[in-house]
């Protein structure tokens, strides 16, 4: 290596946005998500506005466990899409 690629970042570092602990973390077997993940990531599309996926993860979570809080959230967000945009189930 010459002198001119010692002073190159670019040249020695790692893809950007590369971080060693990716291919670890990638490699390790992953838990199943629970109800209360499902609901917490349906949360998180909804205030995204992402509604057809804070739906999906509502209805994921109804379906591992029926008494959960997603019920009641996946009610009101569809009351919501029923009233401001009837075509959000006709695509």
Do not use: C, Q
């Not at 838990?31 to 999906?56: C, M, Q, V």
């Not at 009641?72 to 695509?91: C, F, H, Q, T, V």
């Amino acid at each position: 290596m010459t002198t001119e690629n010692a002073n190159n970042p670019k040249e020695n570092s790692e893809p950007v946005g590369y971080d060693i602990h990716d291919n670890v973390t990638a490699s390790l077997p992953r838990k199943p998500l629970t109800s209360d993940d499902f609901y917490r990531l349906g949360n998180k599309f909804r205030r995204e506005g992402k509604w057809h996926e804070a739906i999906n993860n509502y209805i994921a979570a109804i379906e591992k466990d029926p008494d959960s809080p997603a019920v009641e959230a996946r009610k009101m967000l569809e009351d919501i899409l029923g009233y401001y945009n009837k075509d959000m189930y006709n695509p």
